[in-house]
């Protein structure tokens, strides 16, 4: 192989890495604010059963 194509192949690899790792850190991102929303959720049924309780 030239070096040329072998910096291209090294370059290309690097960048499929890099991309791979953003992905997973927005998913771990989607996976928090889904747990927040679910939470917040709950606690906002639980504040409507108190008050139609009273």
Same mark, same amino acid.
């Given at each position: 192989?030239?070096? +040329?194509?072998?910096? !291209? *192949?090294?370059?290309?690899?690097? +960048?499929?890495?890099? !991309? *791979?790792?953003?992905?997973g850190n927005t998913i771990r991102?989607?996976g928090r604010d889904t747990a927040?929303?679910?939470?917040?959720t709950q606690s906002a049924g639980?504040?409507?059963?108190?008050?139609?309780?009273?």
């Open positions: 192989m030239h070096t +040329a194509r072998k910096f !291209a *192949l090294a370059a290309a690899i690097l +960048a499929s890495i890099s !991309a *791979l790792s953003s992905c991102g989607v927040n929303a679910v939470d917040a639980r504040d409507v059963d108190r008050a139609a309780s009273r």
